[in-house]
């Protein structure tokens, strides 16, 4: 997956349900996109709480919640759009009642009430609306959902390729939410060879060039834009646009 918004001749039909189906089909064992719970889980113990209730987007046959409920955990709802992925993980997790598995566009979720989760985590979607059709439409309608479903206040994680060259912007004109930045290996390093410090974010300016002026040269890591609901936001900028 590349970073940037394609061009539509190099569109992928990521969007498409039918799709994953195959994808599914042909391979149906675990995966997990980028990052796996275990180099994932300091950062998220700065950002959630236990008794928190997550939604994991895009949620594929990846095993991020089944290692959360192990871990503690109490309540990880799951969505994918592909009902091939979905009837499967349902199956395979039947006696876990905190793993629920539901069938379900990242880009209309309208089966979830407004402020419905604590928090959400997206290993991956967004890159990969990012990289198909209709990539800018497709990655603001879901980003609106993702603000609409979550609780002020609470914390939308987006695990990706994206620099803040891409991202950023993208996540800023929702107006709903203050980012911060963290960075982690994209390969598992020991803890002697660790190039930066998962929990500590890195300084954000506007247009994110301060990020880009600490990585530098080095691209080998998936960048955590953490962004943390805040309604007063979207209610100064309407209240800017009425003025």
Request: proline share 3%; aromatic share 8%; glycine share 6%.
């Amino acid at each position: 997956m590349t970073v940037g918004a394609s061009s539509t001749a190099g569109a992928h039909a990521y969007g498409d349900p039918a799709y994953w189906d195959q994808r599914y089909r042909q391979d149906p064992g675990p995966f997990d996109w980028y990052q796996k719970y275990k180099t994932l889980a300091p950062l998220l113990d700065l950002y959630l709480r236990r008794s928190h209730r997550l939604l994991l987007v895009g949620c594929g046959n990846s095993e991020l919640g089944e290692h959360m409920i192990a871990d503690g955990y109490q309540d990880v709802v799951n969505i994918d759009i592909s009902s091939v992925v979905v009837e499967a993980m349902q199956k395979k997790y039947q006696d876990k009642p905190q793993l629920k598995y539901i069938k379900m566009d990242v880009r209309d979720m309208n089966s979830f009430e407004d402020g419905s989760f604590d928090a959400i985590i997206d290993k991956g979607t967004l890159d990969s609306l990012m990289c198909g059709q209709n990539a800018q439409h497709n990655a603001t309608k879901m980003l609106e959902e993702v603000g609409r479903v979550l609780k002020d206040k609470g914390v939308y994680i987006l695990i990706t390729y994206g620099d803040p060259s891409y991202r950023l912007h993208l996540l800023r004109d929702l107006h709903l939410w203050n980012i911060h930045v963290h960075v982690i290996d994209r390969m598992e390093k020991s803890s002697e060879q660790k190039t930066w410090e998962l929990t500590r974010p890195l300084p954000l300016n506007e247009d994110g060039s301060s990020v880009a002026a600490i990585i530098g040269a080095n691209n080998e890591v998936h960048y955590i834009y953490v962004c943390i609901k805040e309604k007063s936001l979207r209610q100064d900028q309407n209240e800017g646009v009425e003025h």
